[in-house]
């Protein structure tokens, strides 16, 4: 029997993507590669998971020695359905990405990519998410694989603390010109929403999403300021959403509020 | 000019479930209200925004001196449409709910009650997310109204940390057998999936997600145990994801890491 760990890799931007492909090369060189991911694009879903409908899975074949899956869920679902459903062991670690665009700063909350990382987190798997800052579907991904080609094995080796997962974030850049790696904290930026309303050939209104990203921060400890000089970001990620920075005076606020 | 506060109400059952009736019963003793809700219901949608489709908005009659808007997006979709696209002015205040099931403890991350909630306090402005621990579409509402009537008028009148919003839980009790209010943390539980495999008529195999919730957890101090006992949980809740805990760690793990 193998000795080598049992990788899981998904993604958001759908089993065919470049960036999947690409994470998939790597992780094959530090394991056994399973491959559950969404048969098609599911960028943006967040934490969302399938309960009123049905799953599919089907084998499909992308890699020499690779078991590949591919699911009509949310990347969610497919870190549900690979640990309870689909694998005989759990897996050692689960990659997922490389997403094409950035999950940096707030952008955790919405992605899909980060959202399979913190779903294997709440497993108790160590997971970390990829993410380089191009959207391009033809986007360059030799960066990403070189610092991915040094984060997994690192992990598989060290370990992370359990319940947490990594927010790994890569600068449209060339090897040569990238200058590390930094360890921070999620950016307090967020997206200022613009939408486009348009009106269909049948003279009803509909409205297309779009938006300018902003930074409220300007500090040297954030991963917005690490990609923007020039390093690969590394945010520690947890699915703990208490504030408790205000437990105590929530408290307060609550007290003897309703009281008879 | 009036001068009452605005209140935007939302949530992921959809604009015509009972919980959201019984949420705009209250709001409006308190505001103006405005209801921007899904048109079906997106449960456990988590934090998935619409980003590859369009979106359509439509207004609709339900209560006196209401518009109500009803959307084809998600609960996020619908915070973010409000307030940059539909509203004039910013909300005083976004209530969402009140939930037909349970979003204690983990499922604060699926829930897409709880999503608008975080939604709007990513976007500055206070919210709160109310739950009664009853699936039924019929369920009884008097308690969580009971509770929404003391919580609306004390967050309007006495705010929230900027950022923080509320995931306010009620128990499947009577007001009378409810003894209070408990400020406390999200209780580290989870779910232990489990899916049910079946065969369609082709044939072909699918799959329903289910499982069993299972809590990790002892103590007093978190929402699980605050419900098992009778009370009210209230957990304040923030959309920063970083694991603060991990971050020197991490700092330490990484040292040296493809340093040349």
Redesign the interface.
Same mark, same amino acid.
């Given at each position: 029997m193998s000795k080598k760990p049992l990788i899981l890799v998904t993604n958001d931007d759908g089993v065919t993507a470049k960036g999947i492909n690409n994470l998939i090369e790597v992780a094959q060189k530090y394991g056994d590669v399973v491959v559950v991911a969404p048969d098609k694009?599911q960028? !943006? $879903?967040?934490? !969302?998971?399938?309960?009123?409908s049905?799953?599919?899975?089907k084998e499909i074949s992308t890699h020499e020695n690779v078991r590949t899956l591919s699911t009509s869920g949310?990347p %969610?679902?497919c870190v549900?359905?690979a %640990?309870?459903?689909l694998l005989d062991v759990k897996p050692d670690l689960v990659v997922s990405g490389i997403n094409h665009g950035s999950n940096a700063s707030?952008n955790?909350?919405?992605s899909g990519t980060m =959202?399979a990382a913190?779903e294997a987190a709440?497993?108790g798997i160590p997971a970390v998410g990829f993410s380089l800052l191009d959207y391009a579907h033809d986007a360059d991904f030799e960066a990403s694989k070189h610092?991915a080609d040094?984060?997994i094995p690192?992990v598989l080796e060290?370990g992370?603390?359990t319940?947490?997962c990594?927010n790994v974030n890569i600068p449209k850049l060339p090897v040569s010109e990238i200058k590390? $790696?930094k360890?921070?904290? +999620?950016a307090?930026a967020?997206w200022?929403?613009?939408?486009d309303?348009?009106t269909n050939p049948h003279g +009803?209104?509909?409205?297309?999403?779009t938006?300018d990203f902003v930074n409220y921060e300007v500090g040297n400890d954030t991963d917005l300021w690490a990609l923007d000089h020039g390093y690969v970001s590394?945010?520690?990620?947890?699915?703990? $959403?208490?504030?408790? !920075? =205000?437990?105590e =005076? $929530?408290?307060k606020?609550?007290t003897n %509020?309703?009281?008879r």
């Open positions: 694009p960028s !943006a $879903m967040g934490h !969302a998971i399938t309960i009123n049905i799953l599919h899975v949310t %969610v679902d549900k359905l %640990v309870n459903e707030i955790v909350i919405y =959202s913190v709440i497993e610092f040094l984060i690192h060290k992370i603390p319940g947490v990594l590390g $790696m360890v921070c904290h +999620q307090n967020n200022e929403e613009k939408f309303k348009r +009803q209104n509909y409205y297309w999403l938006g590394i945010v520690p990620t947890q699915f703990d $959403m208490t504030s408790h !920075a =205000s437990i =005076s $929530m408290n606020l609550f %509020v309703g009281k």
